[in-house]
């Protein structure tokens, strides 16, 4: 089959559920040094600034705030010592050592897709790849690990520069489709969960404007419930304003609506092009 798109997919949020992993270990790195836990609203609030893609910076960000904030008389700790904090909380261990010893709140992440979901997208002409903040070990673990993977293309934190900057998502781009990103090539899409990943898309857009970009949208996990409907529904307004082209109301619709999606972004560059 011929392809019709790539798609380059967030990790966190995206793929796996991070509510009670990353998030949790946030929430308590915050309190540990601070005394004061941020709530799941608080993140999501930071998140939309579009700038906090590193939860270790915006662990130190929120604890900073929170000083100002209350006059606290602390000392605010150095990143190595956020960094070392967080991962005990989220590996339980030193994240070095083998998956299976690991203890912390990464045990707690749900999985969001299958390897079916990949297939699908594959045998209906989409290339994928991944384009994360996580660490290496920790997207590695999810996708070959518990998804089933084989080296998946993958850019992680170390790879590039952190998101809203594009060059890890040029980057990936460029080596899954082996040729130089322009108009002759198919449309490439991002899904992402904060409006950083949608100023990735639209920062490549900067960069490369005669490829055809797309960002994808799609609210958190925690905000898929009925009782977070409203919160839902402004979140997924915010990702609209900030530039995304579309909205997923499930990961899985993509394997419903991928050729009507890549279709649509098609007549939308059509538009443009005549200058409409």
């Known amino acids: 089959m011929k392809n019709i798109g790539l798609i380059l997919f967030d990790i966190d949020g995206v793929i796996r559920s991070v509510e009670n992993s990353y998030r949790l270990s946030l929430k308590k790195t915050v309190y540990k040094f601070s005394g004061w836990e941020p709530s799941y609203i608080d993140i999501d609030r930071a998140k939309n600034e579009g700038i906090w893609n590193n939860d270790w910076d915006l662990s130190l960000e929120f604890i900073k705030r929170c000083i100002k904030r209350d006059n606290l008389k602390i000392e605010i700790p150095s990143r190595e010592e956020i960094v070392k904090c967080f991962e005990e909380f989220y590996f339980g261990c030193d994240p070095n050592k083998n998956s299976k010893n690991w203890s912390g709140y990464i045990t707690n992440e749900t999985l969001l897709v299958n390897k079916k979901f990949f297939d699908l997208l594959q045998n209906n002409g989409i290339i994928w790849g991944f384009v994360s903040g996580a660490e290496s070990t920790s997207a590695k673990f999810v996708l070959e690990t518990r998804l089933g993977l084989k080296s998946p293309p993958l850019i992680s934190m170390g790879d590039a520069p952190d998101k809203p900057n594009p060059q890890g998502f040029i980057q990936l781009s460029k080596k899954i489709l ?30 490369i404007p005669s490829q055809k970009f797309i960002s994808i949208g799609i609210a958190p996990p925690h905000l898929h419930l009925k009782s977070r409907l409203k919160e839902r529904n402004s979140y997924e307004t915010n990702l609209k304003k900030a530039g995304a082209d579309f909205i997923l109301n499930s990961i899985n619709d993509l394997n419903n609506s991928n050729l009507a999606l890549f279709e649509e972004l098609q007549k939308k560059q059509f538009l443009i092009d005549l200058g409409k």
């Open 178 to 207: 082996g040729d130089k990103l322009g108009p002759s090539n198919i449309p490439i899409a991002y899904v992402g969960d904060t409006i950083a990943d949608v100023n990735t898309v639209i920062n490549a857009r900067k960069e």
